[in-house]
């Protein structure tokens, strides 16, 4: 069976400092990674996403996230937030180039205090 | 582009009532549709998958009679909740898929409460 854990529920960080938000995912096949943003009472926006090639991925507002097979991880980093980057951060794995179906984790919230 | 619209984005109903919540594609024809299902503080479970034209695939433990889904056109997908109750309250979030191996394009969500 697959699963994402997202050890953190709450991550709080003083604005201009860095910030790692952790994703560890389970599953037998090889999967397709992803971060997504979710601001409050709003759908979810793609930060971005492995699929294959380099282990480091970067994406959008600054964020980049690294693909650790052998830990089973794909943590998202950002070295210096700012207060906009407050919101829902969820981790996704697919288990096909299709992208039928996603597993989320539970999300972690980002606050950034000034 | 890839903008998915959710309507309406707030509902809040009687015990008893159905409720139907539109997920309309923009700027791109979605030949497949997903809804789901997200409680407080927790994630989003995906509920059914919708492809156009065909019936919807739901999920193991989602009652298709009480979570109607209509996808009739490339379009437009409903969720039709009928006779809801306080325990169908929830965040209800669509996305849309241009073709197989095109990323989902999340809607912003209707949140959902029944008196």
């Known amino acids: 069976a697959q699963s994402v854990t997202q050890l953190d529920s709450q991550v709080p960080v003083f604005e201009e400092a860095p910030v790692e938000l952790r994703c560890n995912y389970s599953s037998s096949v090889s999967v397709y990674l992803f971060w997504y943003v979710q601001y409050p009472n709003q759908g979810l926006q793609l930060l971005l996403k492995?699929?294959?090639?380099?282990?480091l991925v970067k994406g959008i507002n600054g964020f980049e996230a690294e693909f650790n097979k052998s830990q089973t991880s794909f943590h998202l980093r950002k070295p210096s937030v700012h207060i906009s980057d407050t919101a829902e951060y969820f981790c996704a794995v697919s288990l096909s180039a299709n992208f039928n179906k996603f597993y989320f984790g539970s999300g972690t919230k980002l606050n950034v205090k000034p | 582009g890839a903008v998915v619209s959710q309507h309406p984005s707030w509902v809040i109903c009687k015990s008893g009532t159905s409720v139907k919540i539109e997920c309309r594609s923009l700027?791109?024809?979605?030949?497949?549709m997903f809804w789901y299902r997200q409680f407080p503080k927790k994630s989003l479970m995906l509920m059914a998958t919708s492809n156009e034209g065909s019936k919807a695939t739901y999920e193991q433990g989602v009652e298709k009679d009480k979570f109607l889904i209509n996808h009739a056109s490339l379009t437009l997908s409903t969720l039709t909740v009928t006779s809801a109750h306080p325990e169908d309250s929830s965040f209800y979030i669509c996305?849309?898929?241009?073709?197989?191996?095109?990323?989902?394009?999340f809607g912003d969500g209707t949140r959902l409460s029944i008196l």
């Open positions: 492995y699929l294959s090639g380099s282990t």
């Open positions: 700027d791109f024809q979605a030949t497949t």
């Open positions: 996305s849309a898929r241009p073709q197989a191996g095109a990323p989902q394009h």
